[in-house]
């Protein structure tokens, strides 16, 4: 093919390193959708160029200013961890390079760049969700466990306040390091503090260390229920976990055993093309190409400012039910739903039992 008869989309993921799991599950997300949608959009061949940045800031800056200067990339998408997207912005900026985030969910990233769009969620859409169901749901006094970075601050603040809110008590708020937690020592702290639940975030790929621990520590023994955001029993690994995950309540955008025709295709082709079941990066990562395509097809191919516009406001079905990119925000509009772990057939699965709809990041609510 000639060059200008291919548009290429840059991605940039954590294959190696801690958060590996976040970029095997979106790369594997990229390649479903384009088996089942083709590699042309927009009368244009698409060529995915999949960049490894060990989820390092400076790398990913660096592998991204590449990707813009020398392979000309349409798009850049991807982003593993919020400093990994939030060091790309800049570049997203100057280039005038719409930049798909399909993972990292700090609120904030939005803001980082006109050229920012997201397709993952964000701490604050999923944290509130669990503000409220906690209280009404014989939960009183709470512990807050968060990984202490973006997300972390974001899921701390915005549960916190909700269930402070609802009359509920926050009796300490704990953090452990994003790199190689030890999470003995906050779980001595929690079993101390004796609350009703202990409320978690930590990032996906952190969940089955942290459930062995808390199962391991008898804090599940000691009657001190775990609820958090859906990072937590992360399809990912959820299947492992074991009967401690049992019983886990937690609320988020996507569960693999959501209940719509689309996901339940969406699930069974992955699953048939990859042997491992696909969690909330895996549909972040699906969606955003949807996304891409979709503009692409509006614009015949062309990027930048005109190609940024053609994602603003879309709508369309997800395998996670109906979303919406907010023309004002850049963020994705979407139903959050709570959840709770079940065995189903001998497999673990995020149950789905609560719903709210269309939920907008509270985060930029001001
Ligand atoms: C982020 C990373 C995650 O793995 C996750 O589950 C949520 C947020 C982040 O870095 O923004």
Known sequence: ???????????LLPMTGQSASTGKQIAAAIALFQAQNGKKAGGKNVE??????????????????????????????GFGLTPLALATAPIATQSKTPMVVMAAATSSITEASPFITRT???LPQAAVGMGEWAPKNGIK?????VADYGPGNDAEKYFTDRIQLNGGQVLEKLRTPLRSPDFAPVLQKVRDAKPDALFVFLPSGQGAQFMKQFGERGLDKAGIRLIGTGDITDDDQLNDMGDVALGVVTTHHYSASH???MNKKFVADFQAANKFRPNFMAVGGWDGMRLIYNALNT????????????MKGQIFESPRGQVLIDGQTREIVQDIHTRKVEKKDGQLWNVEFDVQKAVKDPGKVK
Do not use: C, H, Y
Not at 299 to 310: D, H, R, V
């Open 1 to 11: 093919a000639q060059a200008q008869d291919t548009v290429k989309i840059g991605v």
């Open 48 to 77: 995915v160029i999949i960049k490894d940045d060990a989820g390092v800031a400076d790398n990913t800056r660096r592998l991204a200013q590449e990707l813009v200067v020398n392979d000309k990339v349409v798009a850049l998408a």
């Open 120 to 122: 993952s969620f964000t």
């Open 141 to 145: 006094k709470v512990v807050s466990l």
């Open 259 to 261: 209940n719509s025709p």
């Open 299 to 310: 614009t015949k191919g062309a990027g930048g400012e005109a190609l940024l516009a053609a």
